[in-house]
DNA sequence: GTCAATGCAAATCCTTTGCATTCGG
DNA sequence: CCGAATGCAAAGGATTTGCATTGAC
């Protein structure tokens, strides 16, 4: 559990993870962190970001159109949209009695999971279904 | 469903691809291929699998390790073994209830899953077992 | 004062692209 | 023949690394 020493990158670092609640690339954070100071290295965010992940502290997302991180530890579904491209989250109150069933049933311990979902949001289902039924 | 032309490269890709059962990377493929034949050039790889996996004849996993591939396209799950880096397959019947129960409790539409555990696979937990059983 | 952390640039890794050539239909 | 598919090499993009310097403790 050792945070090392405490630089104001690394803390400019974690506060913008922190804010952003939309899943953002590393490019994303990078840009956001830089507007705030342009001094920060493209390195020292890297290196941040890659020890925060393996301390748990976020999560990694692979998606697609490459990683994006998450802040929201808690376990969780996540849908790529194939129309607007967000990704949202998705909670799951029986998650947790799929990862006993599935380990029960193969005699392995699960420890972690990613699951990305993609297909077409609530927002973008929506205006589909509106769309076609004027037409 | 076009094909295109069939030359012996796509062929031996397709063959080698469908032999591997163990959710190759790209390059441990193109390794597997070069054995056959080195006159297979990378790109024809790359541009192959693409097309397969855009095709939806093969599906691609994304690993910490990379991306890796997976020519069984019925709906299943992956383990990621933090032992012996092994992927593994799991099966779920109860796969598709989950995916209808996310469908409607989000008002939203699935049409692929990337479901990646990470943990320990069988292999590897019954030997960890065994060995602290002995200390 | 030490050494972890940083910024910069170069290096590396993986993947795609441009283009001349080949060869399947 | 024609043009899709290939092989090569070069380009591209994302991430990591080497190293001198800075600054947290």
Redesign the interface.
Known sequence: MDIGRNTWQKQLIIDTLKREKNHPTISDLYDKIKAVDDKVGQATVYRNVNKLVEEKKIK?I??DSGFRYDCDCNDH?H?EC?KCGNI?D?Y?E?YIR??R??ED??????????????????KC??YERKSSSIN
């Open positions: 990694r692979m998606t579904y849908l194939n949202i998705l799951d029986k799929l990862i069933r599935l049933e193969y005699s392995i311990k699960i420890e972690e999971s990613k699951i990305l979902f993609s297909g077409i949001c609530d289902l929506n």
